[in-house]
T-cell receptor
Framework: EDQVTQSPEALRLQEGESSSLNCSYT??????LFWYRQDPGKGPEFLFT???AGEEKEKERLKATLTKKESFLHITAPKPEDSATYLC??????????FGAGTTVTVRA | DVKVTQSSRYLVKRTGEKVFLECVQD?????MFWYRQDPGLGLRLIYF???????EKGDIPEGYSVSREKKERFSLILESASTNQTSMYLC??????????????FGSGTRLTVV
């Protein structure tokens, strides 16, 4: 069974204080690893797809990396508008996504 | 620019009622999914569909059923609503082309309260 574990559960940052979120996974036959952002009361919004170990993707202050066992989402110099819950998910051979429980990030001005 | 539309943002229903949650996507996606999201439990898959008139159980199908009569529409049905089905319900769709992994596009969610 696919398993996705995200840590920490919650992260409180000062504006400008860089940090990283972790997503560790076990899956047979990884087709892709996905990062989503979710604001309160809304559906998840797609951020990145990573397909193979060593791959990196960047978008504004966010950078996602992938190894064979885990992925990191690095937030560089965060701003209050980066406050959200960040979800990690893996896709195996059957097109289904298995999600982690998420990391809730709060950035204080 | 809305691509996955869920018919209601908020619903309040009584215990025992039959509840229909509707989801429509305009991206011609083959795959559609229903999840529920609860604090501390993350997203849990209820049912999914890879094609019209096709459905498969996810991880927590008990108390739910689904219908997919058209490619763009996927309905979730709570046969007899119970208070433990109070949750945020998320619909999603994805493409299916070859071996490439495509992520989901989510709707805005329906927050269902069963009283």
């Amino acid at each position: 069974e696919d398993q996705v574990t995200q840590s920490p559960e919650a992260l409180r940052l000062q504006e400008g204080e860089s940090s990283s979120l972790n997503c560790s996974y076990t899956v047979s036959g990884l087709r892709g690893l996905f990062w989503y952002r979710q604001d309160p009361g809304k559906g998840p919004e797609f951020l990145f797809t990573l397909y193979s170990a060593g791959e990196e993707k960047e978008k504004e202050r966010l950078k996602a990396t992938l190894t064979k066992k885990e992925s990191f989402l690095h937030i560089t110099a965060p701003k209050p508008e980066d406050s959200a819950t960040y979800l990690c998910a893996v896709q195996a051979d059957d097109y289904k996504l298995s999600f982690g429980a998420g990391t809730t990030v709060t950035v204080r001005a | 620019d809305v691509k996955v539309t869920q018919s209601s943002r908020y619903l309040v229903k009584r215990t025992g009622e039959k509840v229909f949650l509707e989801c429509v996507q305009d991206m011609d996606h083959e795959n559609m999914f229903w999840y529920r999201q609860d604090p501390g439990l993350g997203l849990r898959l209820i049912y999914f569909s890879y094609d019209v008139k096709m459905k498969e159980k996810g991880d927590i199908p008990e108390g739910y059923s689904v219908s997919r009569e058209k490619k763009e529409r996927f309905s979730l049905i709570l046969e007899s609503a119970s208070t433990n089905q109070t949750s945020m319900y998320l619909c999603a769709s994805s493409s299916q082309r070859g071996d490439r992994a495509y992520g989901y596009t989510f709707g805005s969610g329906t927050r269902l309260t069963v009283v």
